[in-house]
């Protein structure tokens, strides 16, 4: 089971960028998919999940500048991000939870200039 996570780069503030994440199985079409960050020096954080209904929730740091979905085979999850601060600079984490067990795909960076 592996989530591929892709999109991190560098941009400058008020840019966009979009993460994208796949999933090798068919299984997470059932699963809570989301995306967390993690800064330097702070602890990891939800950005947004979303159910495989589609009930979303996001964040209130990121609510109105980044829009979580699902993609049609419903085990790709992408975010993407407007108009992005500095402080949005992270290490993205996508991550699935089936049935109760958590999995994570390796980071994706996204620095955002000033």
């Known amino acids: 089971v592996q989530l591929q996570a892709s999109g991190g780069g560098l941009v400058q503030a008020g840019g966009s960028l979009r993460l994208s994440c796949v999933s090798s199985?068919?299984?997470?079409?059932?699963?809570?998919m989301g995306w967390y960050r993690q800064a330097p020096g702070k602890q990891r954080e939800l950005v947004a999940d979303i159910t495989s209904g589609d009930a979303i929730n996001y964040a209130r740091s990121v609510e109105g500048r980044f829009t979580i979905s699902r993609g049609r085979a419903r085990n790709t999850v992408n975010l993407q991000m407007n108009s992005l601060k500095p402080e949005d600079t992270a290490v993205y984490h996508c991550?699935?939870?089936?049935?109760?067990?958590?999995?994570w795909g390796e980071g994706t960076l996204v620095t955002v200039s000033s």
């Open positions: 199985g068919s299984i997470f079409s059932s699963a809570v």
């Open positions: 991550k699935a939870v089936r049935l109760g067990t958590p999995y």
